[in-house]
């Protein structure tokens, strides 16, 4: 339990970033002048980093091994970076530059953070997966807790001013960064000098060696052909709709990203008939067209339950500030006291999942991996409605525990079920794959959020949340076909 315990020590620390990250962007980017319906677009950095860095990195470091192993070099590397970046965002005086130190910060983050997911797999045996994933859940929350109070401890302990002074970052968030930052570099070099990794040559060969386990497709070339042009197609068919009829900058993110996967399958199948040795990034296109069948159905329970989190992330504070304090200046006495209440709404679903985490394993052992996802993203979708629907903001913290209780099972148990389902020699870029699908839905959320909110819900954030809440409830639905795990040999 030690050991496990030492391996999840730095996603506290990754945490407390990815909690700075949610709790502060919007008001940071509203303090420089963005409007409401700008925000999801510009929180689009977040997921594109993410949406590049995490296989690259799991296919690397699949590749690694060295004094600090596989997955450690890229802990390491990471956190440095993070953490210089983290010192560096609340100096910045423009909204570009805020822009920019955001999306270099989360692609550094993003390096520390996929090698945990991959370490864990490969430290522990399947028994003991639902357990590790749900410590890690443990420290997540934890982490995402200390971050999330932050800047209202920093106010109301050590006298820090949570108000925008002249269209600049508060005092508050200031100084969280910066905490943020030193968290970060001692958490993760905490687990780098106390956890040890398996050397591959102790792997098992049968388990190294199965390149087409059960449950993933066939090598065809010839089938992915007509997948690569349908891709190609839609992206056109998006770019040409976003051009000429929907006027509409953000669904040109969506187009480029269909139109350069569909150009990289098609690369595939010419290096597969030319009997070619495939190139890193078209190997990793290869292995998304063959990915296993347990990986194909969480893609689609991932894509509504992040589609859900990132509106729910990016419109909370609006709304709130909206709904309940009746402001939408950020620069307002009234919008700070918004943001100090879902500072603590936010500490408050993190700390419910550290703590609903460590009931998931028995849980899983009672009902089984698939009922209890199910029943949990239920439980947040009724939350998200309860914030929706609830007139009084000191009521806010019941349907909280909702969402707490969901984001626990979110950010352990597809890693357990997915974990059971690979070899050792992909684990790194199968967990950075699956991280794609945890990244798309936020894409296409900020691609398309932001009209929608503007068009559709004529500005009212509010109703941001209660679609998130439906794609919860469809999360749910879609989880109930999530076949059962094909165990490997260790």
């Known amino acids: 339990m030690l050991a496990i315990c030492n391996m999840c020590v730095g996603l506290f620390g990754v945490q407390v970033v990815w909690g700075l990250h949610n709790v502060n962007t919007s008001r940071i980017f ?22 590049i860095v995490q296989p690259l990195v799991g296919y690397c470091s699949d590749r690694t091994w060295g004094r600090l192993g596989r997955r450690r070099p890229y802990m390491l590397l990471g956190a440095v970076l993070s953490a210089a970046l983290l010192f560096a965002m609340p100096n910045v005086h423009s909204l570009w530059a805020a ?21 864990a797999a490969d430290s522990l045996p399947q028994q003991q997966r639902t357990s590790g994933f749900a410590i890690q859940v443990f420290f997540i929350g934890a982490g995402a807790v200390f971050a999330s109070a932050l800047p209202s401890m920093l106010f109301h302990w050590f006298g820090f001013s949570p108000d925008a002074i002249n269209r600049d970052i508060p ?16 958490a ?3 687990t780098v000098v106390t956890t040890r990794e398996t050397p591959p040559e102790l792997l098992s060969a049968a388990a190294l060696e199965r390149v087409s386990e059960i449950g993933m497709g066939p090598v065809a070339p010839h089938r992915w052909n007509a997948s690569g042009w349908g891709w190609l197609t839609l992206g056109v068919g998006i770019a040409a709709a976003a051009l000429l009829w929907l006027h509409d900058r953000d669904l040109h993110v969506l187009a480029a990203i269909a139109i350069v996967y569909g150009l990289l399958v098609l690369l595939v199948v010419r290096y597969r008939l030319a009997g070619r040795r495939l190139p890193p990034v078209l190997e990793i296109v290869e292995d998304v067209i063959r990915m296993p069948r347990v990986l194909r159905r969480l893609a689609v329970v991932q894509f509504f339950t992040w589609f859900g989190l990132f509106a729910m992330w990016v419109f909370t504070l609006p709304a709130i ?20 209440r879902v500072s603590l709404l936010f500490a408050e679903y993190n700390g419910v999942a550290a703590v609903g985490a460590l009931l998931l394993p028995a849980a899983t052992r009672r009902i089984g991996q698939k009922a209890t996802f199910t029943l949990c ?20 913290w019941v349907p909280t525990l909702g ?10 148990l597809p890693y357990a079920m997915l974990a059971d389902s690979l070899p050792p020699a992909k684990r790194g870029v199968y967990m950075g794959i699956h991280n794609m699908f945890l990244v798309l839905p936020q894409l296409v ?13 004529a500005g009212k954030t509010l109703l941001a949340l209660a679609l998130a809440a439906l794609c919860f409830l469809a999360a749910a639905v879609a989880a109930m076909a999530i076949p059962r795990p094909a165990l490997l040999p260790e």
């Open 188 to 190: 993760v070099a905490w």
């Open 30 to 51: 509203q303090t420089f002048g963005a409007n409401v319906e700008d925000l999801a677009f510009l929180w689009i950095a977040a997921p594109a980093a993410g949406l």
């Open 171 to 186: 005092p508050a968030v200031r100084a969280a960064f910066y905490a943020g930052g030193a968290t970060l570099l001692a």
């Open 99 to 119: 822009s920019l130190m955001l999306w270099l910060l989360i692609a550094a983050i993003n390096i520390v953070m996929e090698p945990f997911r991959a370490l």
């Open 403 to 412: 969402i707490g209780v969901a984001w626990a099972a979110v950010l352990a």
């Open 321 to 340: 500030a909206e709904r309940y304090y009746r402001t939408s200046d950020v620069a307002s006495s009234a919008y700070a006291l918004a943001a100090d």
């Open 377 to 396: 993203l239920v439980a947040g979708g009724a939350g998200l409605l309860g914030i929706v629907l609830l007139s009084d903001p000191a009521t806010l």
């Open 445 to 457: 959320a900020a691609s398309v959020l932001g009209a929608v909110v503007e068009r559709l819900f």
